[in-house]
Nanobody, 125 residues
Framework: EVQLVESGGGLVQAGGSLRLSCAAS????????IGWFRQAPGQEREGVAC????????AYADSVLGRVTISMISAERTVYLQMNSLKPEDTGLYFC??????????????????WGQGTQVTVSS
């Protein structure tokens, strides 16, 4: 079965960095655009970044542009989200998902997409 497992979250002070990992299995890696989403308590889930292997698209939310980088190591079937200059408003549960809608217009959940369990990111002031 499709499985997505996130790791790398934690508690960090504002201005710090984290690298999140998403290990994928159960599907042909290059067939799906993979994205990162986050959700704070009481808030809607929002797209953070995505990477489409098939067409080379990379996209970021305006709120994180310049502070995060999505990347992948295909041989490891792993997608990373490097986050720098973290702010308290970056706090939330971070999920990876596949497939996702991934275009220059933004990052969107896809019908029938798969989700990981999430990894918690907490940024203190």
């Amino acid at each position: 079965e499709v499985q997505l497992v996130e790791s790398g979250g934690g508690l960090v002070q504002a201005g710090g960095s984290l690298r999140l990992s998403c290990a994928a299995s159960g599907f042909t890696f290059g067939d799906y655009a993979i994205g990162w989403f986050r959700q704070a308590p009481g808030q809607e889930r929002e797209g953070v970044a995505c990477l489409s292997i098939s067409d080379g698209t990379i996209a970021y939310a305006d709120s994180v542009l310049g502070r995060v980088t999505i990347s992948m190591i295909s041989a490891e079937r792993t997608v990373y989200l490097q986050m720098n200059s973290l702010k308290p408003e970056d706090t939330g549960l971070y999920f990876c998902a596949a497939p996702v809608g991934c275009s220059v217009r933004g990052v969107y959940s896809a019908q029938g997409g798969y989700w990981g369990q999430g990894t918690q990111v907490t940024v203190s002031s």
